[in-house]
């Protein structure tokens, strides 16, 4: 059995101090049910968060630096067929060595879909 995805999203604003973003949704990240795959909401989230603790640098294969997921906590609190998906991620705390994000998502009408928090260290 094969089967295909897509995940897409654009970044809608980007300052030092928080990214948001948004995550059409498509068939490619629909679960059997019709609904957003928890995977894609996951990914969604954590990309989000990985583009602010990137603060100005563009992610680039083996950069040193590259701000590496050590921790991801999930709370998956809703979900949607049809819409757009808003992230909004913002540091819980900005650290040289670990940093930590807390990442709301979105549908439509604002209702919280997730909340996820992930921890980052640099890549050496």
Known sequence: MQINGQIEFTITEKTS????AE???QAGI???FGTVHAG????????TATVLVLESFDATE???GFPLAINL??????NSKKGIFHAQAKYVKRGK?????RTTVTD?????VAEVTTSHVPSA
């Open 97 to 101: 060595s670990v940093s930590i994000v």
């Open 73 to 78: 906590n999930a709370h998956l609190t809703g």
């Open 17 to 20: 101090d928080h990214v948001t």
């Open 30 to 32: 629909l679960n059997p």
């Open 108 to 112: 439509n009408n604002g209702r919280l």
């Open 23 to 25: 995550m059409p949704i």
């Open 62 to 64: 083996g950069m040193k």
């Open 40 to 47: 894609a909401t996951l990914w969604f989230a954590d990309v």
